[in-house]
């Protein structure tokens, strides 16, 4: 499935007397990886939520495969059909084992159980856990849990990922071992990822890198713009 | 139902949470089926209670407090007889707590002659004559090991029993029949009956006959069924008031005590709605979530609470010390019905806490975290 084009236009958010994002504009091709960078409070999550539906913007437009999803009567759906999230913290349902956690998108989708059980075996053989499917989060160490939420993501095959700080709450080794299964899932079904991270590797992980300074897009795309603001 | 399995696992994961509200829920359904089950059965007492004999309806005093002070005039009956329709009228006394040890047994004052009495099959002995004799129902004379022959104390007088009978109404088997006379004297009631009991003729209709009589005695009360036996007293209305007014409560109760867990459940668990709601999950869906739970817990408490009513049931006929006249009857009806008013104790008690969690901002929640 290919990745979706996300078109985000004039894009302001305020809450109250302060303006979190203010007149945001970029585009991100279908396929592209594409990194977030910007101190705390620079407006990245509430960047990330807005284009995934889970917030509404003051102004402007995001059109994800021309489609506008600034103010959807269905949010849900679309994130349901479009969107997959990872974020900083895994969220996994303790009670639940690796497996039904994945299922939950597929649980609101509808989908019957044997393919929910085959989808869900799927992606988390994909993330490396495949052996590991009925393991309870609390017997998963922290880098596990994390590749048990990006299963969960891909698990209704998004056309997009967003992913707020997937490995902030990682050590090195488990982080990397994150960012690669990312970066292989991405090139594998070509989908379109845009992630918000401090990591100062984030350039080399990412097609390009928009950087966020109180709530403004003051670089676009190069590399070295994205090093200097990080350092 | 797609939330099914995710709910069944949060019950698991609070365990004492779920037993405390199932607990809850099932003291409600318990004082449901309990009423439920000594109100049929009071109601299949009744229904035997002014069914005696062959009758077809019974005719009580208008607005008496109980049955068995009821009070009507003997004279009645050479109007009634000479009704169309009514193919005899006979008069009855109904003495209560006279026999002392057996308190619930009743003494029937009744006419020999009368019709009431010619369906008791004798296993002993013949009718009473005139005088201090009586005719004591089965059960009673094993009860008190009375044979023909014997005596039986009504109020303090030594009768002669004549007879044992049975009859298969749990209250004449119980219970023991006088002449009328003697009963008038027990009672002091001269010229009066406490009932009186009539029988139709070929081709009357009781609906109609009932119609007719409540119209021609303004001052008396008509009963034709079973269902309609409360009417007779007004003690039986407000019992049966009280009952519901007391069921009404336990669903309150039962209902408030789900609102308030699931509610504390929804506080507690607001990341893990918001995650649902980012993962794709609508609204109406989350709803589902909630109400599926509060509905499982309250199934739980109400398979626990039918068990208690059973047995509650019984505990409470004998804490009334209404055994000898009540057996609590539990129907497969009262059991539906319980089990029905537990699952929407479970979703009224549900739908507060189902709005909150499919209200909860992922934005923000998950934000926080």
């Known amino acids: ?231 | 139902m797609i939330a099914v399995v995710p709910a069944l696992a949060a019950l698991r994961r609070r365990p004492g949470r779920t037993f405390l509200t199932s607990l809850g829920t099932a003291l409600g359904i318990a004082t449901i089926v309990a009423l439920l089950a000594v109100g049929q059965g009071a109601q299949d007492a009744g229904n035997q209670f002014f069914h005696l004999g062959a009758s077809d309806l019974g005719l009580f005093q208008k607005d008496a407090a109980d049955p068995t002070t009821s009070i009507l005039p003997e004279s009645l009956l050479t109007t009634l007889r000479q009704t169309p329709g009514i193919a005899a009228a006979t008069p009855l006394i109904l003495l209560v707590g006279d026999i002392k040890p057996e308190p619930g047994a009743i003494v029937f004052g009744a006419d020999p002659g009368g019709f009431l009495l010619h369906r008791l099959v004798f296993t002993s002995g013949r009718m009473f004559g005139q005088g201090e004799q009586a005719v004591v129902g089965d059960q009673l004379a094993a009860q008190m090991h009375l044979r023909v022959g014997g005596t039986l104390t009504v109020a303090r007088r030594r009768l002669l029993v004549t007879g044992i009978f049975h009859i298969g109404v749990a209250f004449q088997d119980g219970g023991a029949f006088v002449p009328l006379a003697l009963a008038q004297q027990i009672s002091g009631r001269q010229s009066e009956a406490t009932t009186i009991a009539v029988k139709l003729g070929v081709g009357t209709r009781p609906a109609a006959a009932t119609r007719f009589l409540t119209r021609r005695f303004p001052g008396i009360t008509v009963i034709g069924e079973g269902q309609e036996a409360p009417r007779a007293g007004a003690n039986a209305q407000l019992l049966s008031k009280t009952s519901f007014v007391i069921a009404v409560l336990a669903l309150l109760i039962g209902g408030i005590g789900v609102m308030n867990t699931m509610l504390m459940s929804v506080v507690e668990r607001r990341a893990e709605f918001a995650l649902l709601s980012a993962v794709g999950w609508s609204a109406v869906q989350i709803v589902q979530r909630v109400i599926v739970e509060g509905v499982l817990t309250t199934l739980l408490g109400a398979m626990v609470g039918l068990l208690f009513g059973v047995i509650g049931a019984q505990l409470l006929v004998r804490a009334l010390g209404a055994q000898a006249f009540v057996s609590p009857h539990v129907t497969a009806w009262a059991l539906g019905r319980a089990l029905l008013i537990g699952v929407l104790i479970g979703v009224v008690g549900a739908l507060y806490p189902a709005w909150r969690a499919a209200r909860v901002s992922p934005a923000r929640v998950l934000a926080q975290r």
Do not use: C, Y
């Open chain 1, 1 to 231: 499935m290919a990745g979706a084009r996300v078109s985000v236009e004039h894009l302001t958010r305020a809450f109250g007397q302060a303006t979190v994002i203010d007149d945001v504009s970029f585009t991100v091709e279908p396929g592209e990886t594409v990194g977030l960078t910007g101190a705390s409070g620079s407006g990245k999550t509430t960047l990330l939520q807005l284009i995934g539906s889970l917030d509404q913007p003051t102004h402007g437009t995001i059109k994800v495969d021309d489609f506008d999803v600034t103010h959807l009567r269905h949010p849900a759906r679309f994130r349901l059909e479009t969107v997959g999230f990872v974020f900083q913290l895994h969220h996994l349902l303790p009670e639940l084992n690796a497996q039904q956690n994945v299922e939950l998108p597929l649980l609101a989708a509808r989908l019957s159980r044997r393919e929910r059980a085959r989808r869900s075996q799927e992606v988390l053989g994909e993330v490396g856990l495949g052996d590991r499917l009925k393991a309870q989060p609390a017997d998963l160490s922290g880098g596990e849990r994390q590749r048990v939420a990006i299963a969960r993501a891909l698990a209704g095959r998004p056309k997009l990922i967003l992913a707020d700080e997937p490995t902030g709450a990682l050590d090195s080794r488990s982080s990397e071992h994150v960012w690669t299964l990312l970066a292989g899932v991405v090139a594998e079904h070509g989908t379109t990822m845009i992630v918000a991270s401090h990591d100062p590797a984030l350039a080399d992980r990412t097609n390009r890198t928009l950087n966020l300074v109180d709530g403004r897009l003051v670089a676009n795309g190069e590399r070295l713009d994205v090093r200097e603001a990080v350092q």
